[in-house]
C-alpha cells in the first residue's frame, strides 16, 4: 500500500491568515482525497483531487475557501485561507491505493 | 444521500472481554466497505470488504459483511488496553471513476485494566 508524507503536523495559526498542507505519495496514484474531521467528529469529504484537472468540492466546501493542486501524481495541496477558529480540525489526505491510506494528519488551530 | 450508521457510539470494558462493533449503511452503487482504527490522527485500515459471509481475520480482530441486510460487524477478541481507541467504518460508493468513502461517527472503545 502507499506510504503518503503529510505536513505540517500541527499548527496554531490567526484568524484570517493561510495554511497550506501538503501530501507526498511514495507512488504514483490517479486521485487524492482531502478529509476534515472536526472535534469529536468523524471524517468528512472536502474534495477529491486528480492530476490535471481541477479538483471536484462535495457540497458546503468551496475552492475560494479551500484550493488544491494537484501538479504531479505524487504530491497534492491543500490551502486552507482567511482561517476563522471553526476552520480548527484535523486535515486528512488519501489515496485510493490499498484501502485509503491515510497521511498522518495535520491538526489545526486557529486563535 | 450516502448513510453510514455506527453503534454503539461508545464502549468501555475489561480487558479480555469480546466487543462487536456495529456498521450499517445506505448507499448508492456500493462497492466497498471498510473498517478503521484511529488513535490520533490517521486512520490505520484495518479491513476491506466486498463479498457477503466472507469473514476477514487479523489476529484478535475479525470482520464480516451482509450485502442483503446492509450491515458489517467489527468484533475483537481477548480485547487489551491497546485497542483502546476510535473504531471508524467506511463505504465506498458512486459510480465510474467517482467513487469515494462515506464515513460513520465511529464507536469510542475503551479498554480498562
Known amino acids: 500500500s502507499a506510504v503518503i508524507s503529510q505536513k505540517p503536523s500541527r499548527d496554531i495559526c490567526q484568524r484570517g491568515t493561510s495554511l497550506t498542507i501538503q501530501c507526498q505519495v511514495d507512488?504514483?496514484?490517479?486521485?487524492m482525497f482531502w478529509y476534515r474531521q472536526q472535534p469529536g467528529q468523524s471524517l468528512t469529504l472536502i474534495a477529491t483531487a486528480n492530476q490535471g484537472s481541477e479538483a471536484t468540492y462535495e457540497s458546503g466546501f468551496v475552492i475560494d475557501k479551500f484550493p488544491i493542486s494537484r501538479p504531479n501524481l505524487t504530491f497534492s495541496t491543500l490551502t486552507v485561507s482567511n482561517m476563522s477558529p471553526e476552520d480548527s480540525s484535523i486535515y486528512l489526505c488519501s489515496t485510493g491505493l490499498g484501502g485509503y491510506t491515510f497521511g498522518s494528519g495535520t491538526r489545526l488551530t486557529v486563535v | 444521500e450516502d448513510k453510514v450508521v455506527q453503534s454503539p457510539l461508545s464502549l468501555v470494558v475489561h480487558e479480555g472481554d469480546t466487543v462487536t462493533l456495529n456498521c450499517s449503511y445506505e448507499v448508492t452503487n456500493f462497492r466497498s466497505l471498510l473498517w478503521y482504527k484511529q488513535e490520533k490522527k490517521a486512520p490505520t485500515f484495518l479491513f476491506m470488504l466486498?463479498?457477503?459471509?466472507i469473514e476477514k481475520k487479523s489476529g484478535r480482530l475479525s470482520s464480516i459483511l451482509d450485502k442483503k441486510e446492509l450491515f458489517s460487524i467489527l468484533n475483537i477478541t481477548a480485547t487489551q488496553t491497546g485497542d483502546s481507541a476510535v473504531y471508524l467504518c467506511?463505504?465506498?460508493?458512486?459510480?465510474?471513476?467517482?467513487?469515494?468513502?462515506?464515513f460513520g461517527k465511529g464507536t469510542l472503545l475503551t479498554v480498562n485494566p
Open positions: 466486498t463479498s457477503s459471509g
Open positions: 507512488s504514483q496514484v490517479t486521485m
Open positions: 467506511a463505504v465506498e460508493a458512486g459510480g465510474g471513476s467517482n467513487y469515494k468513502l462515506t
